[in-house]
């Protein structure tokens, strides 16, 4: 594939703080590498788009850049505030200007239908922009931890998919083996939002889409952490 056809994703990013080097504590822009090596395994070129307060007021310049849109995941819990909520006491620092770039850019990709994919907290962020709520911290309602375990690693666990959707479709699968780190979830789902994946030993929101877009899916595992997983292929296909 030559470097012209390769299509534009963007690629969510965060600041936070940092040692690299002889420095220590200093701001940084971050994302996991392996978004950025998942998109280009799958042909696309990753273009990283950390919070800018400018493209908050107005997204439509930088997504003139992009053919679609990855949501990730990374540290810091969404704002209580944004879904009407208090915050619980096990609700972690929240990122408001990550906030409120992710979701302004959501809402104007929605609107001139550019393909999206929401990772984790990325899916989250997805189901607020629809009018959703967030579960703040699901071992209240599942009554274990097994979705994150140890801080630094993934839980291992299985999802079933609906497989008309495009979930499936996208993981080529209507079971799959997937990688998780969250304690949060989705409560209430957004308005024009379908659930079509949940995790198979507790029945936990796991996938969520737009049945009338042509891709807007957000899930609440981590594809990124899997180089057999086809979900960021499908999603740099659908703009190929």
């Not at 998109?39 to 107005?58: F, N, S, T, W, Y």
């Not at 972690?92 to 200007?97: A, S």
């Not at 071992?139 to 839980?155: C, I, K, Q, S, W």
């Not at 889409?209 to 659908?238: R, T, Y």
Request: proline letters at 7%.
């Amino acid at each position: 594939m030559n470097g012209k056809s390769r299509p534009n994703i963007g690629v969510t990013a965060a600041t936070e703080r940092v040692s690299y080097g002889a420095w220590e504590g200093i701001p940084a822009i971050i994302s996991p590498a392996r978004y950025v090596q998942a998109v280009q395994r799958a042909g696309g070129r990753a273009i990283l788009l950390p919070p800018d307060r400018d493209d908050a007021e107005d997204p439509g310049g930088v997504l003139d850049l992009l053919e679609a849109l990855v949501v990730t995941g990374g540290a810091g819990d969404l704002d209580p505030t944004l879904y009407g909520d208090e915050r619980h006491p096990e609700t972690g620092p929240v990122q408001q200007e990550r906030d409120a770039y992710e979701l302004a850019l959501v809402r104007s990709a929605l609107e001139r239908e550019m393909p999206i994919l929401g990772i984790c907290r990325g899916m989250q962020i997805l189901n607020v922009a629809y009018g959703g709520t967030i579960e703040q911290h699901l071992p209240d309602v599942l009554g274990h931890e097994e979705h994150r375990h140890t801080p630094g690693t993934f839980a291992d666990h299985e999802v079933r998919l609906d497989p008309r959707s495009l979930a499936a479709r996208a993981a080529g699968a209507d079971r799959a083996p997937v990688k998780s780190h969250h304690h949060q979830g989705i409560r209430d789902v957004g308005s024009g939002l379908a659930v079509t994946g949940r995790a198979a030993e507790d029945d936990a929101v796991e996938a969520i889409e737009d049945p009338s877009c042509s891709f807007v899916l957000g899930v609440l595992w981590h594809p990124e952490e899997d180089e057999n997983s086809h979900l960021i292929k499908a999603l740099v296909s659908e703009v190929s």
